[in-house]
């Protein structure tokens, strides 16, 4: 072993002595919210569910509203949701989430209810039921994980998918003369009067991560006043079905999905509708 590679190893091991003494339960700064069960996750490495069911987790924690929390699964990747969030949840079949929110919602309003839906379920197969949902002003939370394809299935093309973004059934990039234009579900809800809250969100950096956690934190908060419904899109990644590394998958976020899906608030309510 030469002297380089003698200092190089020396200051690994110094290293790792510094992360141990800092990894204490003082400097402790972030932890598993307690709702979400300390389970292996089955999604691919790097996928934005994961993020997205541990902030929705956190702010149900935080508000203290475990018990009183109905949550309702997709069919999609996220089908699962209910192995991970420790609350009552009710699973839906493809698209109909809306529907058993609202039928759930009805019958319990004092429970927060909220879907959890990708883009194939809420923007194909459930357009109908999101937009009738949304347009009755349903006192529930929708999320709504946008990752431009279809992921549990495969990766074909969604409402979704981008002008030219390969997908399996777009294997030369969607032609829009074809296929038609990305469905922009966040902003035709924002149109109808029965919406309350509506925000387009993501989950590609830490500082987005945060802004996507207060935006759940206040639809949670907004249900509790009954004025309609609150929607998240959350755009989010597939790094397995866009075949990129995770870090890929969120740099491709940044330049091509944002662009067409811009972050923000896109209904706000006013100072006077949400005084309680
Ligand atoms: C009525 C019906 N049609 C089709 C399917 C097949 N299917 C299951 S998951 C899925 C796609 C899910 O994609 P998305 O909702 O975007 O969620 P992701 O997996 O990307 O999170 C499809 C088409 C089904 N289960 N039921
Ligand atoms: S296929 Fe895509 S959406 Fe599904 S878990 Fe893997 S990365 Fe996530």
């Known amino acids: 072993m030469n002297e380089r590679t003698m200092l190089s ?13 800092i990894c204490t339960a003082e400097n402790l700064v972030y932890e598993r919210p307690g709702t979400l069960l300390d389970v292996t996750m089955h999604y691919c490495p790097g996928c934005g569910h994961g993020v997205a069911h541990r902030l929705l987790m956190e702010v149900v924690d935080e508000l203290g509203i475990q018990s009183q929390t109905i949550g309702i699964a997709p069919v999609g990747c996220s089908v699962f949701a209910y192995n991970y969030m420790n609350i009552d949840m009710q699973e839906a ?13 009805r019958v319990l309003p004092e429970k927060y209810v909220f879907t959890y839906q990708g883009d194939g379920d809420l923007a194909a197969i459930g357009t109908g039921e999101t937009i009738h949902t949304c ?21 074909q093309m969604a409402p979704t998918t981008l002008p030219g973004m390969k997908t399996t059934t777009s294997p030369y990039g969607r032609d829009v003369k074809v296929q038609g234009y990305p469905l922009k579900i966040a902003d035709i809800v924002a149109t109808l009067p029965g919406s309350f ?12 991560v945060r802004k996507a956690k207060k935006a759940m934190l206040k639809s949670f908060q907004y249900q509790k006043l009954g004025k309609g419904t609150c929607f998240i899109e959350i755009v989010s990644n597939c790094p397995s079905n866009w075949k990129m590394t995770p870090v890929e998958s969120n740099r ?10 811009p972050l923000g608030d896109l209904k706000v309510p006013s100072e006077k509708e949400t005084a309680q």
Not at 9 to 21: L, T
Not at 93 to 105: P, S, Y
């Open 252 to 261: 491709w976020v940044k330049e091509h999905m944002l662009p067409y899906y």
């Open 135 to 155: 347009n009755r002003g349903e006192n529930i939370l929708i999320v709504f994980i946008n990752n431009g394809v279809y992921g549990m299935t495969g990766g």
């Open 9 to 21: 190893e020396e200051r690994h091991f110094e290293n790792m002595i510094q992360a141990e003494s």
């Open 93 to 105: 079949a493809h698209g109909r989430a809306t529907a058993a929110a609202t039928g759930i919602k």
């Open 197 to 208: 809250y509506v925000t387009r969100q993501a989950v590609h950096t830490p500082a987005y």
